[in-house]
Every structure is written in C-alpha cells, then in structure tokens.
C-alpha cells in the first residue's frame, strides 16, 4: 500500500483545498491528512485560525478525500512522519512551513519519500490568506455555483 502524506491547516474550506486533497490522493492508496493544532497556527501566523481544530480536522473528514485525518503533535511537527512514514509527501504549491527542514528530518529518520508539490488551483481566487471572511468566501463560491459544506451549526 503507498502511503501519502499532506498536511496544513484547512481552515475555511474552499475549492483549492479540495483540489490539493484530491490531486494528493492520485499519488498512492492510503492519503493520510495532518491537520495543523491550534497552538501551531497561533505560533506560525501569529494568530488563531477562524476555526479551531476540532472543526477543521471535521471538515476534512466531511470531504472524504482522505482515508485518514489527523491533528498533528502539539510539539514536534515531524513525529508524524514516524507515524505515517509515509512513500510521498504532498505539499501545497505555496506551503513553505516546515518544509525547510523537511529533508534533513527525513534523512534522520532513514526515510525517502517521494516531495511533490501540487500545482496551484486558482490561486487568484481561492488563496487562504485572500479569503479574509467568511462573507468574502460565500460571494466567492457563489458566483463559481459551488455548494457550501453543511456545517451543521
């Protein structure tokens, strides 16, 4: 079975997430998604993601891209990579955290992953960091006639 790992942190849902979800999977049999803990957002952006992980690692599931979802270790980033050990890595055509020293941390876990990095899907449009409210991301969506996730809420 080849394994495939992502991981990030998914909040707000849009349709690049989806697309990075499902270009990851094409790679192996297994997709095993990280998602990044509160603390972890708070530390690298310096601010709280608008959901918390509980509901993000939900959403996730929601999608049934993947056949695993996980919340990742609250204190080293790359436990998971012991976890999973996984035949290749799928990073996001933007994703630059932690992937500075993604190579050495495979090396010393005598891994060799395949690291591909998925192009991007309308990053004009759908770039997390663009999506600045929720209202923001409904018109967005709307206007492409894609269906909100239920939330359930």
Partial sequence: MKKVLCFGTFDILHPGHTYFLKQAKKYGDFLVVVIARDLTVKKVRDRMARNDEKIRKREVLELKIADQVILGDK??????????????????YDQNIFT?????????????????????????????????????????????????????R
């Fill in 75 to 92: 204190n080293n980033y790359y436990k998971v990579l012991d976890k999973v050990r996984p035949d290749v890595i799928c990073l996001g």
């Fill in 100 to 152: 500075d020293k993604l190579k050495q941390e495979l090396k010393a876990r005598e891994l060799d992953p395949k690291v591909v990095r998925i192009k991007s899907f309308k990053p004009e449009k759908y770039k997390s960091s663009k999506l600045s409210t929720p209202l923001l991301l409904t018109k967005i969506l709307k206007s492409d006639r894609v269906t909100l996730l239920k939330r359930g």
